[in-house]
């Protein structure tokens, strides 16, 4: 209907100053973001999160046997955020160490690498 | 992949909130969802520009959001209570959660009026307006900046802690991971154990009201009914993970999660929106408006003996492979007038097999299906046509959808402007969302009922 299209017209509004601040809000808060992706406004649906940039996921090929072996002696948590963190950086289509791809390792501060 | 972890510091929840907001033993009073509520609506934390969390209440939608979108913010006559469907309206207080006959629509021969709301959709709005004012009594009475805002003004108090109550409703998650050693309990549980989460999910409504947190961020997520694209949320001790499930996204493409596999109904009561068109791969319809009245008084005793009254579904072909189709207890149900008592019971009971009936039973109780589902379709070809119809005339749009505080406002600036239709007015844009979602819904219902019609014609 005419009326539909005039209410709920595309309109996005990346860069308005509530987004900016909720980043500086998360960033104080210890809140962690991909790099790839940010807040933004549409009058359709609100406040949502998109891809900044291109995003893709892409599993862990392999592990070393000998990574698996230090890790599985730790404890299961630690374990995991390891995984977590491996995943993180290895999460490129070539497979290859790619840190700037994903600069944020989710390693709660209160665990830190051993 | 991930794409976000937000640490428990950040979580509001009952302990964060201080106890020269509330004590300690009133929030134990309070249900955490009116307490939350309460705290955002009252306390300077997030009412002041300033505030402690402003930043972050600034990405949240506004009370004209909510008065445009969700149910619970409409007028009574908006909501369909002044409608031919409604036999019964709500008091303003001590009211109780109506049954499920409650909503019973007359038959389109006796009554050539439509309901703006389907009537499985007020039956939500009851239950969820009984929370509501539950809520809003207790925290009136209960806690000194709320009841210091009502005895200033009733109506901006009860604006605010409608803003706060929605504000939680639809962005709160469900955190039930046990809190760590060093930090206190919540209200005496402390051990609660869960794989993942979400926001809040009808069937845990009962039980997850003590787990409900408002998270930072992570409350930007939009829903998708989409399982495979949806990002996972999981949960720990050290808060909520987002992790990417699908191959790619494109740049600008907006990342969802799935709040639970939810009809659109739901969606609207709860959240203010429906997916369009066939994207809710969970939608239905509830039948029980149509099926009930048609029980008799001793059928219906026998269906809840064996817990069979009420819930009759007819899904939407996008949640069934493409075919529309009826839940087991609506042909559970419809055979309760076919067969002997004994006969039903022991159909139910599974000491007889549908094998074992008479071969017509399978096709008389698909008629009286398609008889049901024929009825539900009536009403809603009487909805859409006439919705058509007043999306014709903005003034009558308007007054039909507006509040009654605003309308005499709404309808002067549209006179004003009816040289200029295309310009829109605060006012005006209210009433057109709620117009064009309550359209959009009703538009669905005959979609799935004619999916199953046809279905069951050829």
Redesign the interface.
Known sequence: MAHDAEVYHEDHQPETPALDSIMQYARAQGIQMHASISPYHSLKHGSGIRAAGPLEVCRIKSLSLYTLYTLARLDSNLFIYHLLAVDANQSSPSGQHEPDACPTIFLPDSIGYP | ???????R??FLTPSAIPDSFCCSSTKNLLSIHGLLAAYVAYDEAFTSKSGKYA??K????SLD?FRASLPLLWSDRCRGECGPWREKTLELDGISPSNSSEHVPKSSEEDASFSFLPASMLRMLDHQTFKYRQDFHMAISLIPSAENAYRQSPPHAQDSFKYGWCIVNTRCLYYDHPLSPNQSTQRGNDSYLANDASPISPTRAATSNHFMVLC??ID???HTANSTSACKVTH?R??F?VA????????????FVCYGPHSNDFLFVEYGFVLPGEENTHDSISLDAVILPTINPEQRRRADAKGYLGEYTLFSPAANRGIGDVCWRTEVIARITILAAEQWEGLVDGLLSEDELEPDVEDKANALIRTWVGTMHKQAERSVRALQRI?EDQLELTRLFGDDTNHTTAVSLMRNDRAEP?I?HGET?IP??RY?LVLERWRQILRICQSYLCRDRS
Request: charged content about 15%; aromatic content about 6%.
């Open positions: 992949m991930n794409l976000m972890h937000v640490p510091s950040s930043a972050w600034a990405t949240w939608p959001d930072p961020v930007l997520l939009n720990n050290y808060g993970t990417a499930q699908a191959p790619a996204a494109a740049e600008d493409e907006e990342i999306g295309t829109i844009q057109r969302r064009a």
